[in-house]
């Protein structure tokens, strides 16, 4: 074999190294990319603690009457058919025109009502002035016991000076901090319940 069939043969084999190669890279820039695992999302959060808050808890069209009163005024009505008839002032103010949907309105209010915060302990007579609370809230319902909400003293040393005040809801014994607003609110009474008013 001479030399130039020799240099010829390496030639060759070379190009077939080289073929080889690039063929093989193809291959693996070709090659299918592993699945990935879909992430899974992360599980809902825990619900927030405001409904924990809720001093009442009824279905507005089952309840039949509720009556709110407060240190300077008792406001009690009760449903009839689509409307509601006022019990209680009688009589009532000259002029006064009882309104179905703010009482509808007022009683949605109610049903939202929440504290503030849950306080250490259960609320003593003294706070709640249970024979006087400061704001009685009486549900009445449909084949189920009235739900009661109390609102007592004002608690002292709130935080941030907010003005507070005791208060005990239908749901359980503990006891609540509730705004001293809640109370200002609902001593409008008469006012609540016409379209001048507004809950």
């Given at each position: 074999?001479?030399?130039?069939m020799?240099?010829?043969?390496?030639?060759?084999?070379?190009?077939?190294?080289?073929?080889?190669?690039?063929?093989?890279?193809?291959?693996?820039?070709?090659?299918?990319?592993?699945?990935?695992?879909?992430?899974?999302?992360?599980?809902?959060?825990?619900?927030?603690?405001?409904?924990?808050?809720?001093?009442v808890?009824?279905?507005?069209?089952?309840?039949?009457?509720?009556?709110?009163?407060?240190?300077?005024?008792?406001?009690?009505?009760?449903?009839?058919?689509?409307?509601?008839?006022?019990?209680?002032?009688?009589?009532?103010?000259?002029?006064?025109?009882?309104?179905?949907?703010?009482?509808?309105?007022?009683?949605?209010?109610?049903?939202?009502?929440?504290?503030?915060?849950?306080?250490?302990?259960?609320?003593?007579?003294?706070?709640?002035?249970?024979?006087?609370?400061?704001?009685?809230?009486?549900?009445?319902?449909?084949?189920?016991?009235?739900?009661?909400?109390?609102?007592?003293?004002?608690?002292?040393?709130?935080?941030?000076?907010?003005k507070?005040?005791?208060a005990?809801?239908?749901?359980?014994?503990?006891?609540?901090?509730?705004?001293?607003?809640?109370?200002?609110?609902?001593?409008?009474?008469?006012?609540?319940?016409?379209?001048?008013?507004?809950?």
């Amino acid at each position: 074999m001479n030399k130039r069939m020799i240099v010829v043969l390496g030639v060759l084999a070379l190009l077939l190294v080289a073929f080889l190669a690039l063929r093989g890279g193809s291959e693996t820039a070709e090659a299918p990319m592993p699945a990935v695992a879909p992430v899974e999302a992360p599980a809902s959060a825990a619900p927030a603690p405001a409904d924990e808050l809720r001093l009442v808890r009824f279905v507005q069209s089952k309840v039949t009457r509720f009556k709110v009163r407060t240190d300077t005024t008792t406001v009690h009505v009760a449903r009839e058919g689509e409307q509601w008839v006022l019990i209680e002032p009688r009589p009532p103010p000259e002029g006064f025109v009882l309104d179905a949907a703010q009482t509808e309105a007022l009683l949605a209010w109610l049903g939202a009502l929440r504290a503030t915060r849950v306080l250490e302990g259960a609320p003593t007579e003294a706070q709640l002035d249970a024979r006087s609370p400061s704001v009685l809230i009486e549900i009445f319902r449909e084949a189920a016991p009235p739900q009661t909400v109390l609102l007592g003293a004002p608690i002292p040393g709130s935080p941030d000076g907010a003005k507070e005040l005791y208060a005990r809801g239908a749901l359980d014994a503990r006891a609540y901090a509730v705004p001293e607003a809640v109370k200002t609110r609902l001593a409008r009474g008469l006012e609540l319940f016409t379209t001048s008013g507004s809950p």
